[in-house]
């Protein structure tokens, strides 16, 4: 099979990486990748924006199916690009990717589908959003509604935190248009589980739910970064629990799509608050985790390249599971000094070798060649998913070989499932 993965993260890494584990003899392609997809993927110098140039290398290299990482081909409506030519690509439309780069469609989405989510209010213009938020009890939860980099939600602990959220999106336009739309909503005590569902726009399989760690510092303290970590299985995510967000959640979500002309198909991320009211749906994305796909994808049994493509060709994927590998997968980032703040580049750095071995999976995140030397080029650098036959098995290898990813000004947190590991050790 001949595939092409659109990106270059931690999340692509582990794409390539688990398709090449499916299908050893298959040709993969990664546009423009990094420096860790150039073994199990073949790297090629096309940028994840340059939406002709990836639908004239798909045409040129007869690709079976291109699977898209990132959010923002998708809002940029790279499906429809490859439709209009009759290329097969997994990933939604730029209309069905709106669950997630627009808030106030997914918000409404979900009220209209009865999907249960925090209550909300939308808001254009700051006085009557500053109004309403000085009568409500903190913390407030205040969004912008396009785009921003999982920087644009912030959950306020006073009303005057949050009038400088409202402030900044809607007066000093600092995430520019995502920001001219805010939601406004209830805030939700509980847990968070990310559950991915692989979907051909009616029937919804859940992969293995997994765990985020959103804070930059141990004991969940400090800003907001994409993830610094993530593990999976998790012992709130029961089967009875995937089985209802299955229910309550992905099928009203994918019938209400489909019977408004936008069916949803490719991977469906539900990031849900597990309250003592039940589960809800704290936000949709339209692809999979970054850093949750480097522990659910290695737990992944069945192949992903085959249904993948049979979606991309319009088929069905009914009957189809995913194979939940038994054991537990860790990851743990390696950021940059100052991250998520502002953070040196071209730093040089070494990794450890002779990993896999070890069950140790390396993923490439933000990392480049210079002269021929391994340097860093982003905030997360790498991400190092522990396997082992328990979490903390998992995650000691994981913490082990973190601790030898070797360059200036490295930092990781060091609790990465800890909580779940203490509780189940009673
Ligand atoms: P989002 O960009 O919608 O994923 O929000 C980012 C993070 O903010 C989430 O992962 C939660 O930790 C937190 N969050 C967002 N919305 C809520 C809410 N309504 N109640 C509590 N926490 C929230
Ligand atoms: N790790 C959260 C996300 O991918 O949005």
Redesign the pocket.
Known sequence: MNILIVGSGGREHAIAAKLRRDDPGASIYVAPGNPGTDGPGQNVPLSASDLGGLADFASDHAIDVTVVGPEQPLADGIAEVFEARGLPLFGPSRRAARLESS?VFSKQLMRDCGVPT?GFEIFTEYGRAADYVTGIEP?I?V?ASGLAA?K??V?AESVDDALTALREMLVEDRFGEAGREVVV?????GA?LSVFFLTDGENAVPLVPSR?H?RRFEGDRGP?TGGMGAYAPVADGTAELVEQARREVADPILRGMAERGYPYRGFLYA?L?LTPEGVKV??FNCRLGDPEAQVVLPLTGAGLAEPMAAIARGESVAGWTAGVSTGAALVTVVVSGGYPGPYPKGVPMDLPVDLEAADVHLYHAGTAREDGRLVTSGGRVVGVTGLGSDLAEAATRSREAAARVRFEGAAWRTDIGHSEIETSAG
Request: aromatic letters at 4%.
């Open positions: 808030k925090a913390p939860v969004k999982g644009g939600a959950v909503e209830e805030f939700m005590p968070e985020d959103k907001n990031g608050m704290v936000e």
